[in-house]
């Protein structure tokens, strides 16, 4: 007997068709916002080429020009002359610029600490308990110096640190203690200088740590409280680390302005007695503009910049360790 196999008459069924997108106003949505979205970053290169170009103009090509001028010997009157590696072989060799460079190493180790110290006492005392317009009368007070010219605050130190009839001494008279030359002796120039520099500077560094204390919740505080720490004990174990980010930026600010004091010892002192108080900044222009070597100047200037590079690199290096975010 045989068996009669129907075919199947199943068929494969082929996958509906797409319906066609009938929502033209969805297209036109979608190029609206593409339309907008172009706009945004339009408008947003138009606000930011100001400030683009003028980095670019001020900060990118003098900083290029200097290391390039560094190569050559350049009085301004006669043409450049190609010099290679002349100008930095002198730089290395010139007792003044390596003097420079130690007192400016010396001022930034003593004024960025007197400076951070200065600041975060104050900003301790200030975030304490106290009526609110009382703080706010110690912000303005502690911050006005940092708007002033940095030359004329030091024409006013000039005459307060006068060994004959300024305030200091007069001052210091009164409790007995002889007159102090201030701007004459080698070993009181300085510290007059950095006096002079972190007066009007730790204002910048104390806004910054009343902003950072502002940041830690009260509750932290409270908690150390209850465990019994209080006083010294409390702010070098819970506000110092809380505080470290902030301290870093304030210390990375700080030693960058500090390698770059110029006005400071040019008005007080004018880098003596000697060499005592010449920076490095007061070389680049003396050499600069009063000796006309315009390369030679080019490549202390590049130094700095190294040493400025290093010094933060160094530092931000360590606060992998020393730095603690919340």
């Known amino acids: 007997m045989s068996a009669n196999v129907q075919p199947s008459t199943r068929t494969a069924q082929a ?20 339309t907008r979205s172009r706009g945004m970053r339009l408008l947003a290169a138009l606000f930011l080429a100001p400030t683009v170009v003028g980095i670019a103009v001020f900060t990118v090509v003098p900083i290029v020009g200097s290391v390039v001028l560094s190569f050559f010997h ?21 007792s003044t610029v390596l003097v420079s460079f130690r007192n400016t190493l010396l001022f930034m180790v003593f004024a ?3 400076q ?46 006068n060994q004959d009839f300024g305030v200091v001494n007069w001052l210091l008279g009164h409790v007995g203690v002889a007159p102090v030359p201030w701007l004459t002796s080698e070993n009181s120039a300085m510290a007059a200088v950095v006096l002079a520099y972190v007066w009007q500077q730790f204002g910048f560094s104390f806004l910054l740590f009343v902003g950072g204390l502002n940041n830690i919740p009260r509750e932290i505080h409270e908690a150390a409280a209850l465990d019994g720490a209080t006083g010294l004990r409390r702010h070098l174990g819970v506000t110092l680390p809380l505080l470290s980010p902030t301290l870093l930026v304030a210390s990375v600010v700080g030693i960058i302005n500090a390698l770059q004091v110029f006005e400071q010892p040019y008005v007080l002192t004018d880098g003596g007695p000697g060499d005592s108080t ?3 900044v007061m070389v680049i222009y003396q050499t600069a503009f009063e000796q006309l070597r315009f ?4 490549a202390v200037g590049v130094l700095l910049f190294a040493l400025i590079l290093a010094v933060t690199a160094l530092q931000f290096r360590l606060s992998r360790r020393y730095v603690h975010y919340q």
């Open 112 to 114: 960025v600490g007197l």
């Open 295 to 298: 390369g030679e100047a080019s």
């Open 116 to 161: 951070l110290l200065l600041a975060l006492v104050l900003a301790i005392a200030v975030d304490g308990r106290m009526p609110g317009w009382l703080r706010s009368a110690f912000r303005s007070a502690f911050f006005f110096p940092l708007i002033l010219s940095a030359a004329s605050v030091s024409v006013v130190m000039k005459y307060l640190f």
């Open 15 to 34: 996958p509906p068709e797409r319906a066609p997108d009938r929502t033209p106003g969805r297209t036109a949505r979608r190029r609206a916002s593409s």
């Open 278 to 280: 010449r920076t490095v």
């Open 74 to 94: 350049w009085d301004v009157i006669d043409s450049p002359r190609y010099a290679g590696t002349a100008n930095y072989r002198e730089a290395f060799t010139d």
